[in-house]
């Protein structure tokens, strides 16, 4: 039977690049592989005849003549490791699979390569690193400007007194495993590979505890709450995260203590939103200030006042800018800006001298607002061109 085109093989055209057949590989490999597909000799056949095509494919020098030759350049036993005619697999296929093998079969065969790899480097100590742990902490915008010190109390697991951390009784010490022999990983062989998984005596510690710790129960860990410290810097923004290094969990069995995560939210404030570094405040004047001009105070992050001077005839969303008033910038000398936001306000409930008043003001007004009369010169031209 013919020998099928390694590009048709894996469902490429001619001439495709690495990152292409790799991938092309990998989606096949992972259909067809014999654990996969156990008992299945179509499937077995079919992975063989992929491997194959791809062990010639990755090669450059392979590639270049497999194009130019097809098939005929690897018959007579060429092509390195290959029998004539391509059936079998030689010490070049094993080596060729490497360099994919962990994430290409990780889904299946028992895990990532990294996850193998943490198993291994525990080697017989059996100690895991302790979880890192997460404090949500709410603070005002005024506590963001000046800094402060928190005190909180966290649940988290620490260090067992009792046995010191390694989960067994006192007086007696974790044995090295039977199984593995201290290393955490057993290895088996699964087809053309071997294959390492995570002991099953000791669950990758490399120990075994025969005798466990009472108070822990052999964890080396029991959970309690602590009191701890939190500094928070002036200048941090809402959604801040502050590491507090070896402040979560105690590691499993004596490992190493993971961390503290403190994120933070800054609450709403009722007089200023927060751009980055800058403030804003939205400040209600009277009409008589806004026309005639005049001073008025406003309040400040650190709580004190400043005053501001009305231009006359401020119109509503003119803005001031106070520098240096703003938000401190987060572990620097720098401090953004305020900016004031005038809202000219309508005056409400008028007596009847005060309609009279406005009234004449009213009648006696000539281009006293030229937006206004812009406004209606225009809409009074676009109605006459409508009527026309």
Request: charged share 25%.
């Amino acid at each position: 039977m013919a020998k099928r085109d390694f590009y048709e093989v894996l469902g490429l055209q001619k001439g495709a690049d690495e990152k292409a057949l790799k991938a092309a590989y990998r989606n096949h490999a992972k259909k067809f592989h014999p654990d996969a597909n156990p008992g299945d000799k179509a499937a077995e056949a079919k992975f063989k005849e992929i491997s194959e095509a791809y062990d010639i494919l990755k090669d450059p020098q392979k590639k270049a003549a497999y194009d130019r030759f097809g098939h005929q350049a690897f018959e007579n036993g060429a092509g390195g490791g290959h029998r004539a005619g391509g059936a079998g697999f030689g010490p070049e296929f094993n080596s060729s699979m490497s360099d994919i093998f962990e994430d290409l079969f990780g889904d299946f065969m028992g895990g990532g390569g990294g996850q193998r790899t943490s198993q291994r480097g525990r080697g017989g100590g059996g100690a895991a690193r302790g979880a890192d742990l997460r404090y949500n902490m709410e603070i005002s915008l005024t506590e963001a400007y000046s800094g402060k010190t928190a005190q909180i109390r966290v649940p988290t697991s620490v260090s067992c007194d009792t046995c010191k951390g390694s989960g067994a009784k006192p007086g007696t010490a974790p044995k090295t495993c039977t199984t593995c022999k201290g290393a955490g990983a057993v290895r088996s062989q699964s087809g053309f590979f071997t294959v390492e998984r995570a002991c099953p005596t000791c669950q990758g510690r490399g120990q075994v505890i025969s005798d466990p710790c009472g108070t822990c129960g052999g964890q080396g860990r029991v959970t309690r709450e602590r009191n701890l410290s939190v500094n928070i810097p002036q200048g941090v923004e809402d959604g801040t995260r502050i590491r507090l290094a070896n402040e979560g969990e105690a590691g499993l069995r004596g490992g190493p203590t993971g961390d503290l995560y403190i994120f933070l939210t800054v609450r709403p404030h009722e007089f200023f939103q927060r751009d980055g570094a800058d403030l804003f405040c939205k400040v209600p004047i009277s009409m008589a200030v806004a026309t005639l001009g005049g001073e008025i105070e406003v309040p400040t992050i650190d709580g004190k006042k400043a005053r501001v001077t009305i231009a006359e005839g401020a119109q509503s969303g003119k803005q001031y800018r106070l520098k240096g008033k703003g938000m401190p910038v987060l572990r620097s000398a720098q401090s953004g800006d305020m900016y004031i936001q005038v809202n000219v306000e309508t005056p409400v409930n008028l007596s009847r001298r005060q309609r009279e008043i406005l009234k004449e003001f009213s009648e006696e007004a000539r281009n006293n607002s030229p937006e206004s009369e812009g406004f209606f010169a225009k809409a009074k031209a676009f109605w006459d061109g409508f009527g026309s």
